[in-house]
Each structure stands twice: as C-alpha cells, then as structure tokens.
C-alpha cells in the first residue's frame, strides 16, 4: 500500500502503519516515539519470536518478512549439529528478538531521543547483548529519502544516489565544511580566509559556461578549495608561456578533462568561488615558476577551505562524481515514524545492511606520491571514493555520505592512520605551548610518513624530495619545532633527528598498486642510485625505504655531524657532504663477502641489487652510529645489555670521501658495562 499517500490523510503513523500491514510491534517500534527511545536504551524494543514473525509475515506484514527471511530462515543452511545444540538452537527461536539502535558515527548524538547518548553507546552495546538472540541478518539501516522529511533530523542515513552532485548529497558535504570552519567542531580551528595561492581559477557563477585563470596579490584573502588527483599521463590542457593570456581571457569549462570539471561542480556547489589546480595554477613549461609554486604547495593545501580528493580516478579524464555501486535497495520497506516534538509525521525506508565487498586493494590515489602531502596538510577533505563520499577533518569529526544501506568499513583515508601523528600537531601546540616538539617526537613522526610516502609510485622519479618539501616547509614554518634543535631540512632530512635518519633500509614491500593487475608480491629489482641526493639520503633511491632506529635503540654519543661545502665546488643535491666522527670497522672485500653471506654475526642490507662497489676498491667501512642497549627482562638483576650496534656500509673514493652502500646490524650480546670495541674512532665525509 502507498504509505506516502496515506500519511497526507489524518491519523497517528501507528494507525498509519497498521493500515499499511504493519503488524503491531513493527508499527509500535518506529510509528511511535515510546518505541523509538526503547530502541536507545537497553535491552532495547521487544519484538516477536521466530514463530510469531513467520504467522506476522503470512499475515502480510513486510518488516515481518525481511525479518524472518534476513534473519531466521538465513540459519537454514547450518549444520543440525548435536541433539543439545538443536535443543538450545530452538529454545533461542522461542525467545523474543530486541532491536536496539547503532550507530556508525559514535560522534552523533540524537536530539531529543537519548540527551547523554554518546560514546559510551557503542561500549554498552557490545556489553548488553548478553545472551540475547542475534540473527544472521545483521542490522536493518534506517535510511530517508529527503532533508524537507522531518524524519531527517533523526536518522542521518541516506539513501544512495547515482551522482555525488545530488541535492541531498552536496547538502550534507557543505553543512559538514560550515559545522567545521563555524566552530562547530570541538577542536577545529578556522582562522578566516587564507590568503590565496599565486593564480587561481575564478568560477564564479556569474561566469555561466566559463572559467578564468586569475593573478592575485599578497593582500588577497578569500576562501578556495584545492584539488587533489591522478594525472594518469600527459594532460590535454596545461598552462603554459603561450597559452596564459588565454586563460586569464577564460576559456569554457568543457575544455577541461572531465576531473577537472567534476571539480569545478563541485565547488560552485559549495558557494565557494575560487579553485586551485596544479595543471592550471603553475605555468607547466617554466622551471622558474614550477620550483616557486612547488616551495609553496604545503601552504596551498593547508590553507585551502577544503580539498576535494578524487580518490578512485585513475586519470584526470576519468572524473569522480559518479558512484560506482548497485543503488537499487532489496528486502526494503517503507514505514511512517512518529518523532517527538514534531507536529508532521515522517517515514524512513528501512533496509537490510548490503555488505558489498570491497576491494583490498587501495584506491589509485592512494597510492600516488604527490597526493601524501596534498592529504597530509589539507584541514578538511572530501574524498570521492568508488562507493561514498567521505568527510574528513582534523579531529576526526568525520561521516560518510551516500553510503545507504551499505555497511560502513573503517578504512583509511588517504594515508596510512600511522602518520597521524600530523593532524594532533595543533592540539600539542594548545596543550604544551610554542617549540614544543622534539627530536624524537620529530624523528617517529617522519618515519611513519616516510614509510607511507615512499610505497607510492611517481610519474616522476626525481619529484622525490620535493613531494615531501611542502610539509618540511609547513613545519619550519610552523611554532612546532624546538628552539633547541638544529632546524636544517635537506635531501629528505632532518639534521636534528641524525644519526637516526642515516640509519634507512629498503623496506621489503612493493610499490603500492590499486588492483591486482597491477602489484605483485614479486619485489622488483633495485638496480640504480640517483644524483639527485647524496648516497646517505633516502631520497637517493627509488624504493619503498624504512628507518631501522627503535626507541629502545641510543643514538651512540660518539657522532657528530657538521655540514660542510660540496666536495665538487657545485651545488647539485648529491655534492652535499657530511662530516661525521664516529667508530669505523675496516673489512676486507672477502671479509664484506663472507658477511653477506653468513647472517649471523652481522646482517647487511644493501642498497642496490647490483654490485655498487668499484672493482678497484680493496675493502669497505662499517660506520657504527648506535647502540641497542636495554635491561635483560630474562634476569632478576635487569642488568642492562648491548644486543647490537647497527650503522651503514660504506667506502672510500680515491678523493677521501664516503659513500654508502647499505645498512649494517652486528650482534654482540653482552653486559653494557663490559668495554666492546669496534674499529677506529675517526672522521670521515660521507657524500
């Protein structure tokens, strides 16, 4: 029966739902307000055992229906299993079932239903089960059709839309942004409108079919909103030397690849009138520009008013605003509600949970290295999957939206929840005050970013260090760093976080890969060094990288590091020299070889898998920069062991510099107190 048009006629949503075939308990636990707050408490709204719901269902109730069918009868293909179980299986089915309210976003909180329902929500629920019956089928999503329907102030699902650009879908994205930058975020922090990047794209309304490409001045502050995407290749439209007067002319939307308009969409809709692309905003065929706005992109994204991620696009002909999932809603019903302090009667569509599977693979943004930082450093984002739009915002006040009766995975969002360490930077500086962070803090910090960051992939290899330039910009920049610490950011590194940022590897993982077409479990072969980082850098290789420095591990006190001129007289990246003293082991070159070989006494990652040492080059260096010392759990005394020293593999050019070659451990295991020698102590420059 059409319930929509029986709720323009008089009557309580009970009557309504009885003379629409609800039976009496369905229609009691929706169609009144008693029901909905018994739903909010525990044990939660007693409804019917497996025998009434199948009487119930015969009798045409459809909620009764998608009960016994989701539900009890989903147990039919068990096992009968013992006669004690089957007893117990039956003695369960005599019992009544309890429905009792979830919620996916433990932040929302009812408005008149249950006052203090907050987090503690979702503990008592897995607390209160008890022995109470569960079904098969899960949970039953309470979704409503439109924001005008006063059930929407109540149930915060929606249901799927075939575009993210819906009405009810761009609605609740910018109610999202507005509750963020109005204060309406515990902890979110919004100081007015950032000054605006160099160029940005005005598109405004008023502009209809066309967009500009506008100049701005040190004075301009306004809001605008960054886009962050997979080129995928060569883009049809760039801004270049001969085309840039054109594009301040303004040129028609429709020219852009199709993610670029999607953006632009998106943004209008947003009442936002500004809009910053990397293909448009740099002048792509200048160096000069290209290495000015490069310096700049960590402030670009963080002051952006939101950034928009398209996270599924390959391509920036791709595009991002159509959902890629079955919206069509199965074993659903339609059933009036009544809600306290309303006058009107809503309805909401309850349907069972579809859990649609999901791909282990990431998302191809995810796996893109410039879309780190971009993710990193924006305040706010709106990630466009394959399946929901997510919201996200530094303190974790997020939701997603166009989900329906899907279920929602906790997934990450655009990098991994170990380098979150980022987003509580302003809450560190409220908590403890300015140059609050210190060396270690710094150090853990950019090691779990460096793990992230390097098992992306880059169109361009040598765009390594600079894909990380922008968040060492934003931190030099920032009120962040100790006053106490050594401030110099170069190659990829801190000089205040040495000797822990020479102690890297290759980490044994393949480059990120969004389907399985693409990655392999297959590592592939590490067979160059770059120039454009010294040999004691990271960012000298192509490859997943990881810092072998634990906290339990004490930088050895005998190193000290000072930067000294390139040993060339040039100013290229990998000229940089570092002069170190520290303790160095001379090994012999069958010495080395019998060290890789064995396993034991010594472990040895290199760095490449071709022989980078010379031919000519009778033996290598064995630079030891820390120590592994800690108590013996195993003793009663806790008596403090050396378990090992670790540092990198070097050698000698005929110019009396060092280069690496890879990375070191040497087991000891003995008392800390008893003298351990190793090698020399000696200076050396390491390039």
Not at 25 to 51: D, Q, V
Not at 313 to 324: M, V, W
Not at 647 to 665: D, N
Request: neutral net charge; proline residues 6%; aromatic residues 10%.
């Amino acid at each position: 029966m059409d319930v929509l048009r029986q709720i323009l006629k008089p009557g309580s949503a009970r009557s309504i739902a009885n003379r629409g075939g609800y039976c009496n308990a369905c229609a009691k636990m929706l169609s009144t307000s008693e029901g909905i707050r018994t739903m909010c408490t525990l044990p939660g709204y007693r409804h019917l055992n497996k025998e009434e719901c199948r009487k119930s269902a015969e009798r045409g109730c459809t909620l009764c229906d998608i009960i016994l069918r989701q539900g009890w009868e989903a147990r039919r293909g068990q096992p009968a299993g013992s006669p004690q179980v089957v007893q117990a299986r039956r003695a369960k089915e005599a019992q009544p079932l309890y429905f009792i309210a979830r919620r996916f976003n433990s932040r929302w909180k009812p408005p008149s239903f249950v006052p203090d329902l907050e987090e503690a929500w979702d503990g008592k629920l897995s607390q209160g089960y008890g022995d109470m019956e569960c079904l098969d089928g899960g949970v039953i999503s309470c979704l409503y059709f439109t924001v005008e329907d006063p059930a929407s102030t109540y149930f915060p699902a929606r249901t799927i839309c075939d575009n993210f650009l819906h009405d009810q879908v761009m609605e609740e994205a910018a109610k999202f942004i507005s509750d963020c930058i109005g204060g309406r975020h515990e902890n979110c922090v919004y100081l007015g409108k950032p000054r605006l990047p160099t160029r940005v794209l005005d598109i405004d309304p008023s502009l209809g079919p066309m967009l500009r490409l506008q100049p701005t001045t040190s004075d301009s502050r306004e809001n605008y909103v960054a886009l962050s995407y997979s080129w995928g290749g060569p883009q049809p439209l760039t801004t270049i030397q001969a085309n840039i007067s054109k594009l301040m002319a303004g040129i028609d939307i429709s020219a852009l690849p199709q993610t670029l308009q999607d953006a632009v969409h998106v943004t209008r809709r947003l009442g936002v009138r500004y809009l910053w692309i990397d293909a448009l905003c740099i002048i792509q065929d200048s160096e000069q520009d290209k290495l000015a706005e490069i310096g700049r992109m960590g402030a670009i994204y963080r002051n952006a008013t939101v950034t928009l991620a398209a996270s599924y696009s390959r391509t920036a002909s791709d595009g991002f605003l159509k959902a890629c999932t079955d919206h069509k809603l199965s074993s659903s019903c339609i059933i009036p509600v009544s809600l306290p302090g309303s006058p009107r009667l809503g309805e909401v569509t309850l349907a069972v949970e579809k859990d649609e599977w999901r791909s282990i693979f990431p998302e191809p943004l995810r796996t893109r290295g410039w879309a780190f930082q971009e993710a990193i450093l924006s305040q706010r984002l709106l990630i466009f999957s394959k399946y929901d739009l997510r919201c996200h915002c530094r303190f974790e006040h997020g939701r997603s939206l166009n989900l329906g009766n899907l279920a929602q995975y906790n997934e990450p969002t655009l990098y991994n929840l170990g380098t979150r360490h980022f987003e509580r930077l302003d809450s560190n500086l409220k908590m403890y005050g300015d140059n609050w962070m210190q060396p270690w803090f710094l150090s853990d910090m950019w090691e779990a970013m460096l793990r992230d960051f390097t098992l992306r992939a880059l169109t361009v290899p040598d765009d390594r260090p600079h894909a990380m330039q922008g968040i060492a910009n934003e931190l030099l920049q920032s009120r962040h760093l100790s006053n106490n610490m050594d401030k110099t950011y170069v190659a990829g590194t801190w000089m205040a976080c040495l000797p822990d940022h020479l102690l890297w590897c290759r980490f044994p993982h393949p480059v990120l890969s969004p389907d399985e077409f693409g990655s392999s479990t297959r590592l592939p072969p590490n067979l160059t060094r770059s120039n454009r980082a010294p040999t004691w850098s990271w960012c000298s290789l192509d490859c997943p990288i990881w810092l072998k420095l634990f906290r339990s591990e004490q930088p050895y006190e005998g190193f000290l590091v000072i930067k000294t001129p390139s040993p060339t007289g040039g100013n290229e990246p990998s000229a940089l020299a570092l002069e170190i003293e520290c303790h160095m082991l001379c090994r012999s070159r069958d010495e080395f070889t019998s060290d890789r070989s064995e396993a034991k006494r010594v472990r040895i990652s290199m760095d490449l898998d071709v022989e980078e040492l010379p031919p000519n080059v009778a033996c290598v260096y064995y630079m030891m920069l820390a120590q592994n010392v800690k108590s013996d759990q195993s003793r009663v005394d806790s008596l403090k062991f050396l378990f090992y020293v670790s540092g990198i593999v070097t050698y000698e050019t005929p110019e009396g510099y060092f280069r690496r070659l890879g990375h070191f451990k040497w087991n000891v295991s003995k008392p800390a107190s008893e003298e351990f020698a190793f090698g020399q102590k000696r200076s050396a420059k390491l390039v």
